[in-house]
């Protein structure tokens, strides 16, 4: 169920809302917008929704593989519209069968219990299903007219207990699942709009957005000049029972400065058990790849770069591979230093990582290689990173399981900051 309504800016209202947007083709009014900012401790990506009766911010980080969303919700005012889902319900079953862990360890109780995760520490806990209304931000610049808000009925999430808060970005109070599941957020908007399930993300390493698109001129939300140079890849799934909620892409190679580097096939592929392949992560800030993988690419990397005369220095936690800045150039998508090439289903299709993307600014002297050990047998082989990802729109279509993905912004002369600008939104209650 859904519906939509205008929040009259009254200056007395609690809520504070009011959304400007600097760009020309801000003109789609089904399109649902979440503003995303990095938090510069955590290097977390946290978003804002409106939740509950009354409706109340609540920021949340983002988790693009994590299942569904799940708060604190002990440390929260009593919602009036906030229902507990019953075990004996279509709604358990669904949450339940789509949700990896959920099956057959949590029953004996008459609530709904499944097992939110935090991604970041990796702790889990019971949590029983609850679904209450949550507003969202419309693609709508009617400024004057009040801000557009979509409402979304019955929304299904998952309380926790507060201690798995713990390492997440201050202030936030849960995380936001966008994953493959019936119950992430993608997921049940597009069931409450009957729209297609479909969201595009565009990190920033300030301000960024995520958008839920609908129709089929979602694309004119970014601008047709963007949306018109996306390249497409499948997303690829295992073929176990247990669907993983994560995104995974086939690298089938990866080369630095045209070479292609030699790596385990069979580690850069998803096996049926989920084990494998290469997955996109809001939740790691730098890519991890598995020791032999990583091995293999840093000795690449720096013959590379010795060839393009770069010093190497002495290396900054968490890297471990530094440059001296000194005598690099810097292009407008970031320093000159080699280019590195995701292969994906051919050799003509790639995902092309330039220095804006691969080398971190430590200091004015030292830059470092953002791609860091994610150790032996790592579930996933590859997990592409918030730094990777940053300044690059990321198209998840879940009907037809593809992701597009753009080049970086920058070779546009653009950035996902510089897409939209948000004035006093995400807010907080006063
Ligand atoms: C909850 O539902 C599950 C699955 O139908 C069932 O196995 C379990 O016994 C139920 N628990 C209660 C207390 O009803
Ligand atoms: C490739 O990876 C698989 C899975 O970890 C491993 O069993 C195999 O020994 C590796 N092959 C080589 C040549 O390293
Ligand atoms: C690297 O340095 C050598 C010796 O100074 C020079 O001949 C070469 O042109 C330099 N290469 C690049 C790519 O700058």
Known sequence: ?????????????????????????????????????????????????????????????????????????????????????????IKCLTAKAHVVGSKNCLSGAQKCEIFPENSITRLGARGELVEDTIAIQSGDDSKAAGLTA??????????????????????AKGMLGL??????????????????????????????????????????????????????????????????????????????EGKRLSLNASLLSLDGEGVGGTKLSTIVPYTMMESTIYATFIEAYIKAASSMNMTMVASVAPFSLCFSSKGIESGKSGQKVPVIDLMLQSEMVKWRILG????????????????????????????????????????????????GFSQSLSMMQCSCNSVFKFDSWPVEPL
């Not at 019936?182 to 390493?205: D, E, N, V």
């Not at 089929?216 to 018109?228: A, K, N, V």
């Not at 860091?372 to 082989?381: A, C, F, I, M």
Request: aromatic share 10%; hydrophobic share 40%.
């Open 150 to 171: 979509t409402v979304v009925q019955q929304f299904l999430f998952s309380c926790a207990p507060p201690f798995l808060l713990n390492g997440i970005a201050s202030g």
């Open 1 to 89: 169920m859904a519906s939509s309504f205008q929040f009259l800016l009254l200056g007395s209202s609690f809520m504070y809302l009011t959304f400007v947007s600097l760009a020309q083709t801000f003109h789609s009014p089904n399109a649902l917008v979440f503003p995303i900012t990095k938090d510069v401790k955590t290097l977390q990506y946290v978003t804002t929704i409106l939740h509950g009766t009354p409706l109340v911010p609540i920021k949340l980080v983002v988790d693009l593989g994590g299942p569904f969303l799940w708060t604190d919700c002990a440390s929260r005012y009593a919602s009036s519209s906030s229902r507990p889902v019953p075990n004996r319900s």
């Open 179 to 256: 994953g493959r599941t019936r119950i992430s957020l993608p997921s049940q908007i597009s069931s409450a709009l009957g729209t297609h399930r479909k969201f595009t993300i565009c990190l920033s390493s300030s301000e960024g957005i995520m958008v839920s698109d609908q129709g089929p001129d979602h694309g004119s939300f970014f601008g047709p000049e963007i949306s018109r140079s996306l390249t497409y890849t499948p997303l690829v799934t295992n073929q176990g029972d247990n669907l993983l909620p994560e995104y995974f892409v086939g690298i089938k190679s990866i080369s630095i």
């Open 356 to 403: 804006g993307n691969s080398m971190v600014r430590v200091n004015n002297e030292v830059m470092c290689l953002g791609f860091l050990d994610g150790g032996l047998n790592p579930r996933t082989s590859i997990a592409l990173g918030g730094y990777q990802l940053e300044d690059t729109l990321l198209q998840f279509d879940l009907g037809s399981s593809m992701l």
